[in-house]
């Protein structure tokens, strides 16, 4: 008009949540998640348990144990093993054997015999044969306390496995003496001959790098190496598996291996991966996929038991045990962990899950020089025998909490507790993204 423009000033509001909530009932996505996206998901934790719906409890009490006297062992744990024949648990360090509750102590006793160097335990037809390495003959025992050094002409084992034989007939015990070489008998014990004693070992890889672990996948025997994955199959031919191994070598390759619903979960370089069926892998646990939480570790023990896969991870100052599953979410499978038991400065480099009784489930693990153990329960809420950690806390993921036009702020947090006891208390703390350290109440 009048040769002059015309324009109209609107102020454009932006749209922003009304009111400005956030809401979490499910915390089943596990640990893992730095800026809030699925909403059963949160950063990290400690010593707590998210695996039931709509809850998060304290996870399981350390229950530590030691040698008779209350003195830590001679040095850490090497390897748990049950003997069903005997019916006892024992222990393997660097120095002894030991045997669990002797006499209703609840304490570990040290065997009669000396059996010092431990590398590896196995049961086989009654008997607990005790691995000591390439120059030092194995052990025997058919009662825990006795041991019998062998004396046979192949008396050497860094690992035992029992499975069936290349025919899959029979049973056999199997030893792996590094760097190479693998051999199966019969009987394994002293007097033995012909296929009772050790046959000519088969040879896996070259002797430019160690064996690392025996395990089976579908009845199949397979060879762990620090530089790769073979499977020595029944004509005694060895097929090599992952050869990418050869450029990533490294000590922790299949060092700790365990068996969950089908699949074979092992230790490999500083992570962990999968094998689901013959020539099939791929990495997973508890901190793959984690970087936006700035968490990185060491597996340092795998245990399993029908329902969860436990691993032990050194994150550098603090030494956690994540449990966790696969389960299908959306169409997608997708691993969910909670940082479960946390050990502190205490280190661990073997755990097992062993059943003492129907009615008695143990996670044991290393502590240090010393022992502990946590029970494990199918529902711990609802399990007179389920003890809980003193302490622990749940981190939430990172949500904006202001709105920076409309000056809308966060003002206050609701939780829903239920099943407090007298003295147990549950308290909110809050922390900016830029901020480290506990949090502020």
Not at 37 to 42: N, P
Not at 111 to 128: E, N, P, Q
Not at 369 to 390: G, H, K, Q
Request: charged share 20%; glycine share 10%; with cysteine.
């Amino acid at each position: 008009v009048n040769g002059q423009a015309m324009y109209r000033v609107e102020t454009i509001i932006k749209q922003h949540r009304d009111p400005l909530t956030f809401t979490q009932v499910s915390w089943l996505g596990g640990h893992g998640q730095h800026d809030m996206k699925s909403d059963d998901m949160y950063f990290e934790g400690q010593s707590i348990d998210t695996t039931q719906e709509g809850r998060v409890f304290l996870g399981p009490l350390i229950n530590e144990v030691n040698k008779t006297g209350d003195v830590d062992l001679d040095s850490a744990p090497v390897k748990f093993m049950w003997n069903p024949t005997v019916g006892e648990l024992i222990c393997a360090t660097g120095g002894n054997i030991y045997r669990y509750d002797v006499g209703g102590n609840r304490k570990w006793t040290v065997a009669t015999t000396t059996v010092a160097g431990v590398t590896d335990l196995a049961m086989y037809k009654g008997v607990a044969f005790a691995g000591r390495g390439a120059s030092t003959a194995y052990m025997y025992s058919t009662d825990d306390d006795s041991w019998t050094t062998s004396t046979l002409t192949d008396k050497y084992a860094n690992y035992f496995l029992v499975s069936p034989d290349l025919t899959g007939l029979t049973e056999v015990l199997w030893k792996a003496k590094t760097p190479n070489e693998v051999a199966r008998a019969q009987t394994g014990i002293n007097g033995a001959t012909g296929d009772d004693d050790w046959r000519t070992p088969n040879f896996v890889g070259d002797t430019t790098a160690n064996i690392t672990n025996l395990f089976l996948l579908n009845n199949q025997l397979m060879v762990g190496r620090v530089d790769g994955l073979w499977h020595l199959d029944s004509d005694g031919n060895t097929h090599q598996q992952r050869p990418d191994l050869l450029a990533n070598r490294s000590t922790d390759n299949f060092k700790y291996v365990t068996e969950w619903q089908a699949g074979i979960y092992h230790s490999e370089i500083d992570g962990m991966g999968e094998i689901w069926s013959y020539n099939n892998y791929e990495p997973m646990g508890p901190l793959f996929r984690t970087g936006d939480i700035s968490k990185r570790g060491d597996i340092v023990g795998l245990a399993a038991d029908k329902d969860w896969l436990y691993v032990a991870v050194d994150e550098g100052t603090n030494t956690i045990i994540y449990k966790g599953r696969e389960v299908r979410k959306d169409g997608d499978l997708r691993w969910e962990w909670c940082p479960w038991v946390f050990l502190g400065t205490k280190t661990l480099a073997t755990m097992a899950v062993i059943q003492h009784s129907t009615t008695d489930r143990r996670l044991w693990f290393g502590y240090t020089n010393s022992t502990a153990y946590v029970i494990l329960s199918d529902n711990p809420t609802d399990d007179t025998a389920a003890r809980f950690a003193p302490s622990g806390f749940v981190r939430m993921s990172y949500d904006l909490g202001s709105d920076l036009i409309n000056d809308k702020q966060w003002q206050s947090a609701v939780l829903q507790v239920a099943g407090g006891a007298t003295g147990e208390t549950v308290e909110v703390k809050y922390r900016k993204n830029t901020d480290t350290g506990g949090g502020t109440s």
